[in-house]
C-alpha cells in the first residue's frame, strides 16, 4: 500500500530506490501504517517481534540445516518452466528478481534493480541494476544477464529452453513486453504495447527471476540441474522426487545468511507431514493440509502463523452450458453458498468470508462495499431459481479429492439441494481436474482456487474477470456471452485503466466497478472465501511467512532457534 | 533266485522269466542312458526349463509396456492442459505447438510404435516436466526401491518363516494359536493403519526413529551405484549405513508386518505338510533329531511352496512399496509412478511401469528357478 | 534249526490306546511276544489287527500326546515303554530299525540317495561324511543296485519300486541293529520282485544277527522266511508258536479260516473262497 506517488523533474513516476526493507519498516511505522488493518500483519512479520501464537521471540542461532516441506519436486529448477510448487520456492530462493515484493504491505521493493522510471507515455520502463551483485559463481550481474534471461521466454523458438517449457512469463507480464534491452552494463529498458504501471511488480514473478547469462548460452535446456542465481542460497544438489538442498551463499547482496544449509524436502503426505513437524524432522513448511493445522496449532512446540489471506476459493459457472445460461440462475447459486460454514468446517476457521469480493482484506483496491456481492439468502436464491423454470434441473460440480476440496464439496451439495437444484459432485484428482476445468465442453460448476504470486489486485483479479484470460475464455466460457460483449469490454476497460495508474484510490475505485459490474451482470463467479496456505515451523524462525501464505519463498533471513 | 513257495498259490502261475514292468511309471535310471551328441544338447537347452523360464520375462514385459501405454493414454487429462494450466493467456497456437513439440499430436498407433522402437535402442523417453530423461530417472530412483523391497522380503520372510515354523512345531498348543492370531491380524490390517501407528508411535511419541527421506538431510550423498550399502564400501562412507538403516527401518518394517503374516500361515501349513510325509518318519526312525529333521528334510521340502508363495507376495510388496513410499517420501520407483499417474507424465509413467513390471516377473522367474535347482523331481533328464 | 536263541526284546501285556474324536481305540490289547537273536518272528492279521501299531510302538514311533502305552517293552535291560525320548532316539537308527511299507515315499524326493544312507552312518555311527558316503556306495552293493558309485549320486525318483525299497533296506540295516521291524515291506513291491527284496532283507538281517519283527498279511511269506509266527486279531494275538507248527496245524479257528482262504490253484475252479468271519 504505497503512499503519495513520487515523480520526478520531468514528470516521471519514480520509486524510491536503495531502500532496505528495514528501513522500509521504519517508515512504515512513521506514516502510522499501524493504524490500518495491516497493522496485525506488519506486526506478526516483522522481524523483532514474536510470530505465530503469541510465543516469545525465540534465541536464534548461526548455521544449521533447515529442513522445508515441500509438496514434490521434479529435479529441475527452471523459471521457464513451472514444474512444482516446491520447484519453484527454490527457484525463488536461489535466483532474484529486478524486484520483489512485501507481502505483509503490498510494497513493491528493489532487489537487483536499485531503481526504476517510467518514460512520460508509459510505454518504457527503464531500470537501474545494483553494482555489487555477484552470480554463485562469483561473476557479477549485468544487464546482458536481465536481457537474456528476458529474451529466453519472450522470443519464440529460443533454443535454450527444455522441451515442453511453458514460459510463464509472457502471462505474468501480460504479454505486454515488446523488447528488452541493454542501455548500458546496469541499465534495461523495457519496451511496452500498452503502458501498465503494475509492471514492476509483476517483475517480482517467480518466471522472472533473473538467470546468467553465460549459463543460459552454455547449457541452455538443462541448466534446470545446475540452476545459477543471485539468491541468498546456492544450488548443492538436487534428487528428484526427493530433495533439493542448498547452501549459504556468503557473497549475498544482501548479507550474509544464517543457515549452513536449506533444503526442501518432498513430503507428499499429509499426515506424514504433520508428524514430521511434530517431531521437528520438518523444520517448517508452507504445504500443511487445512485440518492438520488444527491439532498443530494445539502443539506447543510448533508454531501455526498468522498470514495475510489471499488464496481466491470460488466456484466458476459455466455458461455455455443450458442449466446455467440464465443469469438468474448463477445468481441464485452465488445467493446459495454458505460461506460461513466452509470457512469454519472445511478451512479450520483458516479463511475469511469475502467481503470485497475477489479482493481480501490485506489487498490493494479492498472494497467492502462489496460484501453484498456474496451474500447467503436462500430464499432469494430459491426465488430465482422458481424464476427462471430451473427448479429441479440438474447440476454438476467438480472438484480435486484433496485438502480441504471434498468438505467445501459436501457443503456446497447441500447448499444447491435447498435452493431446488439437483446437483451431483465429483471429486477428480489434480490431473484430470485441471484438464475439465480448462474445457468449457467438460464441467458445469467447478471449485477452484487461484493463489497470485505478486500482491496486486491486477494479478489476484485480472485474469479471473477478464473475458481473454483463459479463465473467461476456457473455464467460464464468457467469452462466447454474445449479448454481454459491451459489458465484457467495460469490464476489460476498467481492468485495462487500473494498470495504468498508481493511485489506489483510483485503483480501488476501478476494481469495484468491474467487480460489481461483474457480479450483477456476468456472475460467472462465485466468491467463496480468501484462505491462506498454512505455514508452519518448528525450531525456526524469520520465514517470511507473509510470503509463504502465496507460496513465496523469502527466507534470505530464515535462521534456526537455538 | 526264488523257486520253492508255498504250494498252491496264484502267483506260482507265472513264474519269474523276466523282469516285470514297474507299478510306477517313473523314469528308471541306467547307466548308459545318457544321450550324446550336439544335436540333443541344444534340444535340451532349449527345452530347458531354465531358459524356458526366463524366456517368459521379456514376453511378459512387453504385453506389460502394451497396455501400460494404452491405459495411459486413455486417462482423461493430458500433460499439455496441466502444464499450460497455470500460465495466463496462453493461445491454442501455443497450445498445440506445445502439444507437437512433446509428440503427443501423432496418432496412438505411431505413438507406440516409436515408443517401442525407442525401446529397443535403450530410449524411454523423458520427462514432460523436468526433462530429464527416465531412464537417468529410474536409475536414480531403482535402487532406492530394491533396498526397500529386498528389506521387507528379508524381514518378512525372516519374520514369517520363523514363527511359521514354531507354530508348526507347537502344533495345537497355545503358542500355535497365538501366532495364527498374530498372522491373521497382520495381514488383515489395513496396511496404512500400521503405518500411521508405526508413525506416530516411533517417529513422534518415542521420536526413535526418522519417518522421512532415505537419508538424513544434513548428510550429502553422491551416489556412483545408486545403493547405498555398495556405496558406503566404495566411497570409505561408513558414516552412510547407520543413517541408511535408520530411515529404512519404518518403510520396510510397515511392509513387512503386513506381509508377514500370510507367510507364517504359508510356512506352517507347508511344514505341517512335510512333516506328515513318509519320509519324515524314516528320518525319524534314523534317530535324527526334531530340530535336525525340521532343518534338513522337512524345511527344504517346505521351501517349495514357501518360496512360491513369497514370490507372488513380492508383487504385493511392490505395490504396497508403491504406497509405502508416497507415506514415507521414500523416493523410489513407486513415488515416480505416483507422480508420473497424477500428471500424465507418458514416459515417466510407462517406464516407472515397465520397470516394476520387470521386478515382478523377474523376481518370480527366479523363484521358479530356485524352486527348480531345490526340488530335484522338477528337472528334465 | 539251531537250539532256543535268546531274546532280544521282550514285549509284555502291551496295550496300545489312541484318543479320537469318537471315543478311544484299543490298538492293541494285551500282547506278548518275543523277538529272538537273529530269527525272524511274523506278525500275521488283517489290516486294523494293531500289528503296524505294535511294531511302531517298539520303535517309539506312536509316541505322542493322543497316545497311552501301558505295559513293558524289554530291550537291553531297559522298559522301551518308559524310557525317555532322547534315550529312544539314540537307539533308533542304531540299534532299532524300522522298513516301512511304501517305498515310494520312504525316502526323501530331494536327497540323492547315497546321502540319505549316509546321513544315518553319520548320526548313529559318527562318521565323517565322505567316509559314510563311501560306506553309503558300498551298502548300495550289497543291497544289489548296480553301478553303486553312480547310484548314489541319483534322485529316488529315478528309481524303481523294488530299488527304492533296497535302499530303504541299506539305510536300516547298515549301522548292523539288533532288532528290525519290518513293516508289510514288499506289499506294495511287484510279485515277482517281492521275493527278491525278501530274501535279501532276511538274508542281511540274519547275516548281522539282527531280530526282525516281519508284520505281514502273507501267509505265504510267513511260510517262507518266519521261524516264529503270532497271529494277532483286533489288537491281541491269538495263536502264537513256531511257524510249521502254527501253519501246519492251526489250534486257534481264525488260524484255520485265514489258512482256508488262501485260494488253491488244484481243486474246484468254482469253489466260493470262504471268508473269515470278523468279531462284531
Known amino acids: 500500500m504505497s503512499t503519495q506517488i513520487q515523480r520526478d523533474e520531468s514528470g516521471n513516476i519514480q520509486v524510491p530506490g536503495t531502500m532496505t526493507r528495514r528501513g522500509f519498516m521504519v517508515n512504515a511505522g512513521i506514516l502510522g501504517l499501524g493504524a490500518m488493518a495491516l497493522g496485525p500483519f506488519l506486526t506478526a512479520c516483522s522481524r523483532e517481534a514474536a510470530t505465530g501464537t503469541g510465543a516469545t521471540a525465540a534465541a536464534l542461532r548461526k548455521g544449521g540445516t533447515l529442513t522445508f516441506a515441500i509438496d514434490g519436486t521434479n529435479g529441475s529448477l527452471d523459471p521457464a518452466a513451472y514444474t512444482t510448487l516446491g520447484d519453484w520456492l527454490a527457484v525463488d530462493t536461489i535466483c532474484s528478481g529486478l524486484t520483489t515484493a512485501d507481502f505483509a504491505t503490498n510494497e513493491i521493493q528493489p532487489s537487483l534493480a536499485s531503481g526504476w522510471t517510467f518514460s512520460a507515455d508509459g510505454l518504457q520502463l527503464t531500470l537501474q541494476l545494483r553494482e555489487d551483485v555477484k552470480f554463485h559463481d562469483g561473476t557479477l550481474l549485468t544487464s546482458a544477464d536481465v536481457v537474456r534471461t528476458f529474451n529466453r521466454q519472450l522470443v519464440d523458438g529460443d533454443a535454450s529452453?527444455?522441451?515442453?517449457?511453458?514460459?510463464?512469463?509472457?502471462?505474468?507480464?501480460?504479454?505486454?513486453?515488446?523488447?528488452?534491452?541493454?542501455?548500458?552494463?546496469?541499465?534495461?529498458?523495457?519496451?511496452?504495447?500498452?503502458?501498465?504501471?503494475?509492471?514492476?511488480?509483476?517483475?517480482?514473478?517467480?518466471?522472472?527471476?533473473?538467470?546468467?547469462?553465460?549459463?543460459?548460452?552454455?547449457?541452455?535446456?538443462?541448466?534446470?540441474?545446475?540452476?545459477?542465481?543471485?539468491?541468498?542460497?546456492?544450488?548443492?544438489?538436487?534428487?528428484?522426487?526427493?530433495?533439493?538442498?542448498?547452501?549459504?551463499?556468503?557473497?549475498?547482496?544482501?548479507?550474509?545468511?544464517?543457515?549452513?544449509?536449506?533444503?526442501?524436502?518432498?513430503?507428499?503426505?499429509?499426515?506424514?507431514?504433520?508428524?514430521?513437524?511434530?517431531?521437528?524432522?520438518?523444520?517448517?513448511?508452507?504445504?500443511?493440509?487445512?485440518?492438520?493445522?488444527?491439532?498443530?496449532?494445539?502443539?506447543?512446540?510448533?508454531?501455526?502463523?498468522?498470514?495475510?489471506?489471499?488464496?481466491?476459493?470460488?466456484?466458476?459457472?459455466?455458461?455455455?452450458?443450458?442449466?446455467?445460461?440464465?443469469?438468474?440462475?448463477?445468481?441464485?447459486?452465488?445467493?446459495?453458498?454458505?460461506?460461513?460454514?466452509?470457512?469454519?468446517?472445511?478451512?479450520?476457521?483458516?479463511?475469511?468470508?469475502?467481503?470485497?469480493?475477489?479482493?481480501?482484506?490485506?489487498?490493494?483496491?479492498?472494497?467492502?462495499?462489496?460484501?453484498?456481492?456474496?451474500?447467503?439468502?436462500?430464499?432469494?436464491?430459491?426465488?430465482?431459481?422458481?424464476?427462471?423454470?430451473?427448479?429441479?434441473?440438474?447440476?454438476?460440480?467438480?472438484?480435486?479429492?484433496?485438502?480441504?476440496?471434498?468438505?467445501?464439496?459436501?457443503?456446497?451439495?447441500?447448499?444447491?439441494?435447498?435452493?431446488?437444484?439437483?446437483?451431483?459432485?465429483?471429486?477428480?484428482?489434480?490431473?484430470?481436474?485441471?484438464?475439465?476445468?480448462?474445457?468449457?465442453?467438460?464441467?458445469?460448476?467447478?471449485?477452484?482456487?487461484?493463489?497470485?504470486?505478486?500482491?496486486?489486485?491486477?494479478?489476484?483479479?485480472?485474469?479471473?474477470?477478464?473475458?481473454?484470460?483463459?479463465?473467461?475464455?476456457?473455464?467460464?466460457?464468457?467469452?462466447?456471452?454474445?449479448?454481454?460483449?459491451?459489458?465484457?469490454a467495460q469490464i476489460d476497460g476498467y481492468l485495462r485503466s487500473a494498470c495504468q495508474t498508481s493511485d489506489d484510490a483510483a485503483r480501488r475505485d476501478l476494481y469495484t466497478k468491474a467487480q460489481r459490474l461483474y457480479a450483477e451482470q456476468i456472475m460467472a463467479l462465485a466468491m467463496v472465501c480468501q484462505t491462506q496456505n498454512i505455514v508452519v515451523s518448528n525450531g525456526a524462525s524469520r520465514l517470511g511467512e507473509a510470503s509463504l501464505a502465496s507460496q513465496r519463498a523469502q527466507l534470505a533471513q530464515a535462521a534456526l532457534t537455538a | 533266485?526264488?523257486?520253492?513257495?508255498?504250494?498252491?498259490?496264484?502267483?506260482?502261475?507265472?513264474?519269474?522269466?523276466?523282469?516285470?514292468?514297474?507299478?510306477?511309471?517313473?523314469?528308471?535310471?541306467?547307466?548308459?542312458?545318457?544321450?550324446?551328441?550336439?544335436?540333443?544338447?541344444?534340444?535340451?537347452?532349449?527345452?530347458?526349463?531354465?531358459?524356458?523360464?526366463?524366456?517368459?520375462?521379456?514376453?511378459?514385459?512387453?504385453?506389460?509396456?502394451?497396455?501400460?501405454?494404452?491405459?495411459?493414454?486413455?486417462?482423461?487429462?493430458?500433460?499439455?492442459?496441466?502444464?499450460?494450466?497455470?500460465?495466463?493467456?496462453?493461445?491454442?497456437?501455443?497450445?498445440?505447438?506445445?502439444?507437437?513439440?512433446?509428440?503427443?499430436?501423432?496418432?496412438?498407433?505411431?505413438?507406440?510404435?516409436?515408443?517401442?522402437?525407442?525401446?529397443?535402442?535403450?530410449?524411454?523417453?523423458?520427462?514432460?516436466?523436468?526433462?530429464?530423461?527416465?531412464?537417468?530417472?529410474?536409475?536414480?530412483?531403482?535402487?532406492?526401491?530394491?533396498?526397500?523391497?529386498?528389506?521387507?522380503?528379508?524381514?518378512?520372510?525372516?519374520?514369517?518363516?520363523?514363527?511359521?515354523?514354531?507354530?508348526?512345531?507347537?502344533?495345537?498348543?497355545?503358542?500355535?494359536?497365538?501366532?495364527?492370531?498374530?498372522?491373521?491380524?497382520?495381514?488383515?490390517?489395513?496396511?496404512?493403519?500400521?503405518?500411521?501407528?508405526?508413525?506416530?508411535?516411533?517417529?513422534?511419541?518415542?521420536?526413535?526413529?526418522?519417518?522421512?527421506?532415505?537419508?538424513?538431510?544434513?548428510?550429502?550423498?553422491?551416489?556412483?551405484?545408486?545403493?547405498?550399502?555398495?556405496?558406503?564400501?566404495?566411497?570409505g562412507r561408513p558414516d552412510l549405513i547407520g543413517p541408511w538403516l535408520e530411515h529404512l527401518a519404518l518403510p520396510a518394517l510397515t511392509l513387512a508386518v503386513t506381509s508377514a503374516g500370510f507367510i507364517t500361515r504359508v510356512t506352517r501349513t507347508a511344514f505341517l505338510d512335510a512333516q506328515a510325509q513318509q519320509w519324515v518318519r524314516t528320518a525319524r526312525m534314523k534317530g535324527l533329531t526334531e530340530s535336525a529333521i525340521s532343518v534338513k528334510h522337512v524345511l527344504r521340502n517346505a521351501s517349495v511352496p514357501i518360496l512360491t508363495i513369497v514370490g507372488l507376495m513380492f508383487g504385493g510388496l511392490l505395490g504396497g512399496a508403491v504406497v509405502t513410499e508416497a507415506v514415507f517420501s521414500y523416493p523410489g520407483v513407486g513415488s515416480l509412478l505416483v507422480e508420473a499417474v497424477t500428471r500424465r507424465d507418458y514416459f515417466v509413467l510407462q517406464g516407472s511401469a515397465l520397470v516394476i513390471a520387470l521386478m515382478f516377473t523377474g523376481v518370480n522367474a527366479l523363484v521358479d528357478l530356485s524352486v527348480l535347482a531345490v526340488d530335484p523331481r522338477l528337472r528334465r533328464g | 534249526m539251531a537250539g532256543p536263541r535268546p531274546s532280544v526284546v521282550e514285549v509284555r501285556d502291551l496295550h496300545v490306546d489312541f484318543a479320537t474324536d469318537r471315543g478311544p481305540v484299543h490298538a492293541v490289547r494285551g500282547i506278548d511276544l518275543d523277538l529272538a537273536v537273529g530269527q525272524v518272528h511274523a506278525l500275521v492279521g488283517e489290516s486294523g489287527s494293531g500289528k503296524s501299531v505294535t511294531g511302531l510302538t517298539i520303535m517309539g514311533l506312536t509316541r505322542g500326546p493322543r497316545t497311552t502305552v501301558r505295559g513293558a517293552i524289554r530291550y537291553g535291560g531297559r522298559d522301551l515303554v518308559q524310557a525317555d525320548e532322547s534315550w529312544m532316539r539314540s537307539l533308533r537308527g542304531r540299534e532299532l530299525a524300522m522298513v516301512f511299507q511304501d517305498p515310494m515315499t520312504s525316502l526323501n524326493p530331494m536327497h540323492p540317495v547315497g546321502r540319505q544312507i549316509a546321513e544315518t552312518l553319520q548320526v548313529n555311527a559318527g562318521r565323517s561324511r565322505r567316509v559314510a558316503r563311501a560306506d553309503a556306495v558300498e551298502l548300495l552293493d550289497r543291497v544289489g543296485i548296480r553301478e553303486p558309485a553312480k547310484a548314489a549320486a541319483r534322485y529316488p525318483h529315478e528309481f524303481s519300486g523294488g530299488m527304492r525299497q533296497r535302499v530303504v533296506i541299506a539305510i536300516a540295516l547298515a549301522c548292523e541293529p539288533a532288532v528290525l521291524v519290518a513293516d508289510e515291506p514288499t506289499t506294495a513291491l511287484d510279485v515277482t520282485v517281492q521275493a527278491q527284496v525278501l530274501d535279501l532283507m532276511v538274508g542281511l538281517a540274519r547275516a548281522s544277527d539282527t531280530a526282525v519283527l516281519l508284520v505281514t498279511h502273507d501267509l505265504g511269506v510267513v511260510a517262507r522266511y518266519a521261524e516264529q509266527v503270532s497271529v494277532m486279531r483286533s489288537g491281541q494275538i491269538l495263536e502264537r508258536g513256531p511257524a510249521q507248527a502254527v501253519l501246519g496245524d492251526p489250534q486257534h479257528d481264525y488260524t484255520r479260516a485265514l489258512l482256508a482262504a488262501i485260494p488253491r490253484l488244484h481243486g474246484p475252479r468254482r469253489r466260493r473262497l470262504s471268508p473269515v468271519a470278523t468279531p462284531g
Open chain 1, 161 to 488: 529452453l527444455p522441451t515442453g517449457a511453458s514460459r510463464p512469463l509472457r502471462g505474468a507480464t501480460a504479454r505486454n513486453i515488446k523488447a528488452v534491452e541493454a542501455v548500458d552494463p546496469h541499465t534495461v529498458r523495457l519496451t511496452l504495447g500498452v503502458p501498465d504501471l503494475v509492471l514492476p511488480g509483476r517483475l517480482s514473478h517467480i518466471s522472472a527471476r533473473i538467470l546468467q547469462a553465460a549459463q543460459i548460452d552454455a547449457v541452455g535446456a538443462q541448466l534446470g540441474t545446475t540452476l545459477i542465481g543471485t539468491g541468498p542460497y546456492k544450488l548443492a544438489s538436487l534428487a528428484a522426487q526427493q530433495s533439493i538442498t542448498l547452501e549459504a551463499f556468503p557473497d549475498y547482496f544482501g548479507g550474509a545468511p544464517a543457515l549452513d544449509r536449506l533444503v526442501f524436502q518432498q513430503v507428499a503426505d499429509a499426515s506424514t507431514l504433520t508428524a514430521g513437524l511434530m517431531s521437528a524432522q520438518v523444520n517448517a513448511s508452507s504445504f500443511v493440509s487445512h485440518s492438520s493445522a488444527v491439532s498443530l496449532k494445539a502443539n506447543k512446540a510448533v508454531t501455526v502463523y498468522d498470514v495475510p489471506r489471499r488464496v481466491n476459493v470460488f466456484v466458476m459457472m459455466n455458461v455455455t452450458r443450458p442449466v446455467l445460461a440464465d443469469l438468474r440462475v448463477r445468481k441464485a447459486i452465488n445467493l446459495a453458498i454458505d460461506r460461513s460454514q466452509i470457512c469454519a468446517n472445511a478451512f479450520a476457521g483458516f479463511a475469511d468470508e469475502p467481503k470485497g469480493y475477489a479482493l481480501g482484506a490485506v489487498s490493494v483496491g479492498y472494497d467492502p462495499s462489496l460484501a453484498d456481492l456474496s451474500s447467503y439468502d436462500v430464499s432469494a436464491a430459491k426465488a430465482l431459481i422458481a424464476e427462471a423454470g430451473a427448479t429441479g434441473a440438474k447440476v454438476s460440480l467438480i472438484a480435486q479429492n484433496n485438502n480441504w476440496y471434498p468438505r467445501a464439496a459436501q457443503i456446497l451439495e447441500e447448499n444447491l439441494k435447498a435452493i431446488g437444484l439437483v446437483p451431483t459432485i465429483e471429486l477428480l484428482d489434480a490431473g484430470s481436474f485441471s484438464g475439465r476445468f480448462f474445457d468449457v465442453g467438460a464441467h458445469d460448476l467447478a471449485l477452484w482456487e487461484r493463489n497470485g504470486y505478486v500482491p496486486d489486485p491486477d494479478e489476484q483479479v485480472g485474469n479471473l474477470l477478464s473475458s481473454t484470460g483463459s479463465y473467461g475464455s476456457k473455464g467460464s466460457g464468457v467469452a462466447t456471452l454474445k449479448d454481454k460483449a459491451d459489458v465484457l
Open chain 2, 1 to 235: 533266485m526264488v523257486t520253492a513257495r508255498l504250494p498252491g498259490t496264484v502267483a506260482d502261475a507265472h513264474s519269474t522269466a523276466t523282469a516285470a514292468p514297474d507299478p510306477a511309471p517313473a523314469p528308471v535310471w541306467r547307466p548308459d542312458d545318457e544321450p550324446s551328441g550336439w544335436r540333443s544338447w541344444a534340444g535340451r537347452v532349449v527345452h530347458h526349463p531354465v531358459v524356458l523360464r526366463l524366456a517368459q520375462v521379456p514376453v511378459v514385459a512387453f504385453v506389460v509396456t502394451i497396455i501400460v501405454f494404452l491405459v495411459a493414454h486413455l486417462l482423461p487429462g493430458d500433460p499439455v492442459t496441466q502444464l499450460t494450466a497455470n500460465v495466463n493467456g496462453i493461445t491454442p497456437e501455443e497450445v498445440a505447438q506445445l502439444t507437437s513439440q512433446l509428440g503427443l499430436d501423432a496418432g496412438l498407433a505411431d505413438q507406440l510404435r516409436s515408443y517401442l522402437v525407442g525401446l529397443l535402442h535403450g530410449q524411454m523417453g523423458i520427462s514432460f516436466y523436468s526433462g530429464a530423461s527416465v531412464s537417468s530417472m529410474l536409475a536414480d530412483a531403482l535402487p532406492a526401491t530394491v533396498e526397500l523391497a529386498v528389506a521387507a522380503v528379508l524381514l518378512a520372510g525372516l519374520l514369517g518363516i520363523v514363527t511359521g515354523i514354531v507354530a508348526a512345531r507347537t502344533q495345537g498348543t497355545w503358542v500355535d494359536h497365538l501366532i495364527r492370531g498374530g498372522a491373521t491380524i497382520g495381514f488383515s490390517v489395513p496396511w496404512f493403519v500400521v503405518a500411521l501407528v508405526a508413525i506416530l508411535v516411533f517417529g513422534v511419541w518415542l521420536g526413535w526413529l526418522p519417518i522421512l527421506g532415505r537419508l538424513p538431510t544434513s548428510l550429502t550423498y553422491e551416489p556412483t551405484t545408486g545403493f547405498v550399502l555398495v556405496d558406503a564400501v566404495l566411497q
